[in-house]
C-alpha cells in the first residue's frame, strides 16, 4: 500500500516555507496541477490490486480535501497579511498639518490692466484687441503720422516688410474700428507695442498700453477730462486731481497730457514725484479732423477724444518700482511681491 503520509510530510514542510502568495500557487500547481502530484498519484491507482483500489481512492481523495483545505486556509491568511502591509502603508494621519501648494498669480501687469479695463467697462466702453503686426496704413498713415515723421524711421520701428510693422502703439485699433463701424464708438483696447529702443532701466523694445477711443456727436474737450478725471479717481482714489498740460501729437488736437496728483505725498512733494506733487499718467487729446476723415466719418457731423497710456509706466509709479526689466525678468523673489 502507497504511504500517503511521505506525501502529506512533504506538502507540510514545503507549506511551512510559503511566506507570500506567489510562492503558495507556485505549491499548489505543484500538488494539484495538471502533472501535479495529486494527479500522479490518481495514475497510480491502475497498479494497485483491485480489492484494494476502493480503499487507495478513498485514501487520496481524503489527502486531496485535506490538502486543499490547507491552501486555501493559507491563502487567505496571505492575502490578509498582504492587505494589512498595503494599509499600513496607506494609512493617513488626518491631524497631520496639510500639504502646502504654490498657487499661480495674475502678474503684476496684468494686474494693473484688469483694474484700468474694469474702471472703463463700468463706464460703458467696450474691450476690442488690436494686431500685434500692422500695415503701414494703419499704424502710420491713418492716424495722421506722415512720410517724415521720425515715428516711421526704422531707428524707432521693428518693420517686418516694407509695409507692415510690429505694431508702435495701441493707437491702430482706432482706425481698425472707425472703418467698420460709425459713431457712437466707445472702445478701450489693452495690446503689447514694440519699438526699437534700447534696453535699460526704463525701455525695452516690448511694452504694454491701453488705448482708449469715444467718438460720437458734440462730443469737447470737457467730455475727454471729465472721463479721465474719473478714471484717475477711481484708480487713485476720490481725493485723486487731476491736470492737463498742452501736448503734441499727429492724431488729436488739440492734445495733452494729463498728470495726477502723487499718490504718495498727496501733492506735498516726495521722490515718486520728483516733487512737484504730480505724476504724468498717460497721453490724450480730441481726435485730429484728418484721422476722421481718414475713416470717412464727417468732422463737421462727429467729434470724439482719444487716449493712451503704458501699463509699465503706472504700475512702477503705483508701486514704486524703479526697473522696466523687473517685469520681465519672472523672477518669483519680485513677483510675489504682489
Ligand atoms: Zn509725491
Redesign the pocket.
Known sequence: MFDFNDLRKKFFDLLDGVDNLKKLEELRIKFFGKNGEIKNLMCEIKNIATENKKEFGSQINNLKSELELKVSEAKKKLHDAEQNIRFESEKIDISLPGKYKKLGKLHVLSMVENEIINIFIQMGFEVVNGFNIEDIEHNFTGLNIDEKHPARDEQDTFYIDKNHVLVTATSPIQIRVMEKRKPPIKIISPGTVYRSDEIDATHTPMFNQVEGLLVDKNISMSDLRGTLDLFAKKLFGSETKTRFRPHYFPFTEPSAEMDV???????????????????ELLGCGMVHPTVLKNVNIDPDEFSGFAFGMGLERIAMQCFGINDIRLFYENDLRFLEQF
Open positions: 496728483s502723487c499718490f504718495v505725498c498727496k501733492g506735498s512733494g516726495c521722490k515718486v514725484c520728483k516733487n512737484t506733487g504730480f505724476i
